[in-house]
């Protein structure tokens, strides 16, 4: 069975500070995907970013940078110099390879304060 | 253009009665979803498509059943809805081994 936890239910920072939100999976799948997304108030489902088991380089966009770390199981993203805009849900989500069933993690509340 | 648009994007009813949320797609996708978010924001998936064939049944009621008549469209009946069938419903669709992108949600809420 899948599982994604993300443990930070809900984080607030003041703009402009960096922040990291975590996630952890477990799977028995030797290769899977990795993603998350963000739900703005709006509530649309935003994807940002698909990563895949066999691939451990880290990927920075912009403000957004993830690290994965297979040897504890991690897939956590930071957000540098964050904006008010960035308040939103983020979901870490998890899906097999070739099987395209995500599995979410509860998401995490992230307020940024002006 | 709204590249997963999934109508009506909000809808109030009443308990009992049947109810259809409409999905379609124009990025060419093979594979389409039903997830549903509860008023946790759990996100779990409830059904998946590909080509026009169920390949995902999550344990859902029967009183759900999609109906996919082509591969850019797939559409979600609620019969005999319940007070726990309140919940965001989110259309999504990828092509075969890729991201998944989502619809915007359609908010059902019955009273």
């Known amino acids: 069975a899948q599982k994604v936890t993300q443990a930070q239910t809900e984080i607030s920072v003041v703009e402009k500070e960096d922040v990291t939100l975590d996630c952890v999976y477990e799977?028995?799948?030797?290769?899977?995907?990795l993603f998350w997304y963000k739900q703005p108030p709006s509530g649309e489902l935003v994807f940002l970013i698909r990563?895949?088991?066999?691939?451990?380089q880290n990927e920075i966009s912009g403000r957004y940078s993830w690290n994965f770390q297979k040897s504890t199981s991690s897939f956590n993203f930071t957000i540098t110099a964050s904006q008010v805009v960035d308040s939103a849900v983020y979901f870490c989500?998890?899906?097999?390879?070739?099987?395209?069933?995500?599995?979410f993690g509860t998401g995490t509340r992230l307020t940024i304060i002006p | 253009d709204t590249a997963v648009s999934q109508t009506p994007k909000y809808l109030v009813t009443q308990m009992g009665n049947d109810k259809s949320i409409k999905c379609e797609q124009n990025?060419?996708?093979?594979?389409m979803y039903w997830y549903k978010q509860d008023s946790k924001k759990f996100l779990k998936i409830m059904f998946s498509?590909?080509?026009?064939?169920?390949?995902i049944n999550e344990t859902v009621p029967n009183r759900f059943s999609p109906k996919s008549p082509d591969k850019a469209h797939l559409n979600l009946h609620i019969n005999s809805l319940e007070l726990g069938d309140s919940a965001v419903y989110f259309c999504?669709?990828?092509?075969?081994?890729?991201?998944?992108?989502f619809g915007e949600g359609s908010w059902l809420t019955v009273v």
């Open positions: 990025l060419g996708h093979d594979t």
């Open positions: 498509y590909n080509n026009k064939e169920l390949i």
């Open positions: 999504a669709s990828s092509p075969q081994g890729r991201a998944i992108y």
């Open positions: 989500a998890l899906s097999g390879f070739g099987n395209e069933k995500l599995t």
């Open positions: 990563r895949n088991s066999f691939d451990e």
């Open positions: 799977t028995r799948d030797t290769t899977y995907y």
